[in-house]
């Protein structure tokens, strides 16, 4: 097992193509914020892929470590914005047009209650994972609780897809 995480955190600090010409920081300015702002919008509704475009700039010869931070951070943040809508979902949940009907926000309530805070560190899914984000927030978990597992998830998500982009080109 360690064996395997010194892997991932290699692949992560260092990059295995050293003969990719170099970028000028214009270029990686953009590239680094193009990054961050699709990892941001793919942690909300808006449909964004976020590990096809850190594929690609993995395989174009970007810094690993760079590339996996602002992957993690726009994700992160993005998951923050699903806890702050989460915590004002409680006065809207009345009204006629809200999207959803309040049994399956409470059996939602319920389900978090039986796993608990921990269930965020699975934030990371495809499926189901941004809904967690909002009933973190719905249920108040702490700040300093939501953004440290929901982080260590998609951080660990990010480093894995560097990981298998680095080793399988």
């Known amino acids: ?65 760079l590339l996996w931070f602002w992957a993690t951070l726009g994700n992160t943040l993005g998951s923050v914005v699903n ?22 926000l409470t059996s939602a309530q319920e389900r978090f209650n039986k796993y608990g805070q921990w269930s965020l560190l699975l934030a990371w899914l495809p499926v189901g994972g941004d809904p967690l984000t909002v009933i973190g927030g719905i249920m108040r978990v702490p700040w300093l609780n939501f953004v440290v597992l929901v982080a260590l998830g998609k951080g660990a998500r990010y480093a894995i897809v560097i990981w298998v982009v680095q080793y399988s080109t």
């Not at 919008?41 to 690993?64: F, N, R």
């Not at 806890?83 to 399956?104: D, M």
């Open 1 to 65: 097992m360690s064996r395997l995480v010194n892997s991932l955190i290699h692949c992560v600090l260092t990059s295995r193509d050293t003969n990719v010409a170099t970028v000028d920081a214009k270029e990686s300015y953009v590239v680094y914020l193009s990054l961050f702002l699709t990892s941001f919008l793919a942690a909300t509704i808006l449909p964004a892929y976020s590990e096809v475009l850190l594929g690609g700039l993995v395989t174009q010869g970007y810094a690993p470590f």
């Open 83 to 104: 806890g702050v809508i989460g915590r004002q979902i409680e006065r809207f949940k009345h009204k006629r047009w809200f999207p959803v009907k309040e049994r399956h």
